[in-house]
C-alpha cells in the first residue's frame, strides 16, 4: 500500500505446527472411550493419536477457525517472495489461536509495492471464503495464479485441483458468491489483477488491470468461465459481489492518477452479472468521492477495503494516498484516510450517501485501507496502517459516524508525517483484519510484526484478548480469513 522504499529485511522459517488435538491421552472424541477411527471427533479417544484437529491443546473442540497468507516467505535483501502458504489455527471458545498446520499453495508469492513488506499487493480479500465455509481461495500473485483449498470438518485445508492462471500480472483480490449458479457449482468466483502486461512497466500510477470469472465446482475446484475477463481503466484494489448477487464492484487505488493513460477518475465501479457467471460488456456505474484539483485540498480516495452490506450499501476505505493534482503518494503528504458510502440503485448506478468521512484528524488517522462490520451491522470497524490502530464507525442505511478515532490501538507511527523510515521501522503495520462468523472476534493482521491480534466485540467496543505469533513472516504478509 505504500510507496516509500523502506526496506523491512526480515526472514522466518516456517514450521509445520500440528495441534495437540488429544488433551492429555488423545481426548478428542466426545463420548468413546476407544473408539476405532478417532477421526472425526465422535467417538474415539486416541484413534491415530486424535489426528482430527477439532480440539484444542486442553481437549475442547474448535469452534472455528482463522487462516493467514504468508505471500511468500517475505524479501530477504530484496529477493523475490517464494512458495506461497497458507497458515491455519483452530479458533478456540475463548477466541485463542492453535496452529494446526501450513497449506502450501502451490504458488509464488509477489510484490508489487516498492519493497517496504507492508501491504505488498495494495488489496483486500487476497484471501477469502465462500460464505458456506466449504472453501478457502488464495491468490499467488507471483506466478499469476489462484488455488482452491476445500475446507475439512477439522478445519485443516485440502487443495482442490491445480492453480488456475488468471491471464493477468498479480492477481490481488477474490470475490466469491453463491446467488448466481449453474449445475455442478457452489460458487460463481471472480479476481481482479492487478496490472496488464502493457501496463506492468508504468508502475502503480500507470497500472491497468481486469477481472476474470471461475466456477467453484463441487468438488472444490475452479473452472475458468470463457469471455468473463473484463479490461479495467484502474489498478483494481479490491473485488466484491453484492448480496443479491446482481452486480460485481470493483475499488480502485489510483483512481484519478495523473500516469493513468486512461485518464479515469472512477474510485468504484459497477458490472453487471449475468446468469452464465458472466459480466455487463461495459461497466454499469462508477462513482468516486474526490476529483483531481478539487477545492478543499484532499488528496485522491486511494480506495483500498470495501463491503457491501444489507441493502447494497457499498462502504469504502479511502487511504488518501494520490495526491490531490494526481501525482504519486509522497510520505509526508499523506493525509488521514476516511469512509466513504453509496447505494448500488436496480440499474448499476451509484448514489452518495456519506462521503469523505474522516478516520483521524491532523495526520493521526492515516491509511484508513481495511474494514469489516459487526455481526449486527450496526458498526464497523477500519484499520489504520501506520498508525496500528482501528477506528470505529456508527452504521445506519449508508449513513456513517466516526464514533473512536482508536477503538484499539497498537504500536503505530502516530505523529511522524517526515521520515518513511522512522515510520515504518516503528509501526506493527495493522493491515487486513476479519471478524468470525459469531460475531464475537476480530482478527488483526500486523504486516510488519508477522502477528494476529485477537480482540473481543462488544457492539462498538474492542477488548484485546491475546496475540498469536511465530508462524507468519515478519514482513509481506497479505490476507487472513476468520470463520
Not at 495494495?122 to 477469502?128: D, F, G, M, Q
Amino acid at each position: 500500500m505504500r510507496k516509500v522504499k523502506f526496506l523491512v529485511i526480515a526472514f522466518l522459517s516456517l514450521g509445520v505446527f500440528l495441534a495437540s488435538c488429544e488433551g492429555e491421552d488423545g481426548l478428542d472424541g466426545v463420548n468413546g472411550a476407544d473408539g476405532a477411527n478417532g477421526i472425526d471427533g465422535q467417538d474415539g479417544a486416541d484413534g491415530a493419536d486424535g489426528e482430527d484437529g477439532e480440539d484444542g491443546a486442553d481437549g475442547t473442540a474448535f469452534v472455528g477457525a482463522v487462516y493467514a497468507m504468508t505471500n511468500g516467505q517475505g524479501q530477504v535483501a530484496g529477493i523475490e517472495q517464494g512458495p506461497n502458504t497458507v497458515i491455519a489455527y483452530g479458533r478456540n471458545a475463548d477466541g485463542n489461536l492453535t496452529p494446526i498446520g501450513p497449506f502450501e499453495t502451490n504458488g509464488n508469492g509477489g510484490d508489487f509495492d516498492g519493497g517496504e513488506g507492508l501491504d505488498p499487493l495494495i488489496s483486500a480479500y487476497a484471501l477469502t471464503k465462500t460464505d458456506d465455509n466449504s472453501s478457502l481461495l488464495a491468490v499467488n500473485a507471483g506466478s499469476n495464479t489462484i488455488t482452491a483449498f476445500n475446507i475439512q470438518p477439522d478445519y485443516s485445508l485440502e487443495i482442490a485441483g491445480d492453480p488456475v492462471d488468471t491471464g493477468a500480472e498479480g492477481p490481488n483480490s477474490i470475490a466469491t458468491t453463491d446467488a448466481v449458479l449453474v449445475d455442478g457449482t457452489r460458487a460463481l468466483v471472480y479476481v481482479s489483477n492487478i496490472t496488464r502486461s502493457e501496463f506492468l512497466s508504468a508502475g502503480e500510477p500507470g497500472h491497468q488491470g481486469t477481472v476474470t470469472g471461475y466456477w467453484l465446482l463441487d468438488d472444490g475446484s475452479l473452472q475458468p468461465i470463457g469471455g468473463s475477463t473484463r479490461d479495467l481503466p484502474i489498478r483494481p484494489s479490491a473485488v466484491q459481489f453484492s448480496p443479491d448477487g446482481n452486480w460485481l464492484v470493483v475499488a480502485a487505488i489510483n483512481s484519478g492518477a495523473a500516469g493513468l493513460a486512461s485518464g479515469s477518475e472512477d474510485e468504484l465501479t459497477v458490472f453487471g452479472v449475468n446468469a452464465d457467471g458472466t459480466l455487463s460488456a461495459a461497466s454499469v456505474g462508477t462513482a468516486t468521492s474526490t476529483l483531481r484539483g478539487n477545492a478543499q485540498g484532499r488528496n485522491l480516495p486511494s480506495a483500498i477495503g470495501f463491503q457491501i452490506v444489507s441493502d447494497n450499501y457499498v462502504v469504502v476505505t479511502e487511504a488518501r494516498e494520490f495526491q490531490v493534482d494526481g501525482a504519486p503518494p509522497a510520505f509526508p503528504a499523506l493525509q488521514d484516510g476516511s469512509v466513504s458510502t453509496w447505494q448500488i440503485q436496480g440499474d448499476g448506478s451509484l448514489t452518495p450517501i456519506s462521503m469523505d468521512v474522516a478516520s483521524g484528524t491532523n495526520n493521526t488517522g492515516r491509511t484508513a485501507c481495511w474494514l469489516d462490520f459487526t455481526f449486527d451491522e450496526n458498526y464497523f470497524f477500519v484499520s489504520n496502517a501506520i498508525e496500528a490502530g482501528l477506528a470505529v464507525y456508527s452504521f445506519n442505511n449508508g449513513v456513517v459516524s466516526l464514533l473512536d478515532q482508536t477503538a484499539a490501538q497498537g504500536i503505530g507511527a502516530t505523529g511522524n508525517t517526515t521520515d518513511p523510515a522512522t515510520a515504518f521501522g516503528t509501526t506493527q503495520g495493522w493491515i487486513d483484519m476479519w471478524i468470525s462468523d459469531d460475531g464475537q472476534y476480530l482478527y488483526q493482521l500486523y504486516g510488519l510484526d508477522g502477528t494476529i491480534g485477537i480482540f473481543k466485540v462488544f457492539g462498538d467496543e474492542l477488548q484485546q484478548i491475546g496475540e498469536e505469533s511465530g508462524n507468519l513472516p515478519d514482513t509481506n504478509t497479505q490476507g487472513i480469513v476468520a470463520i
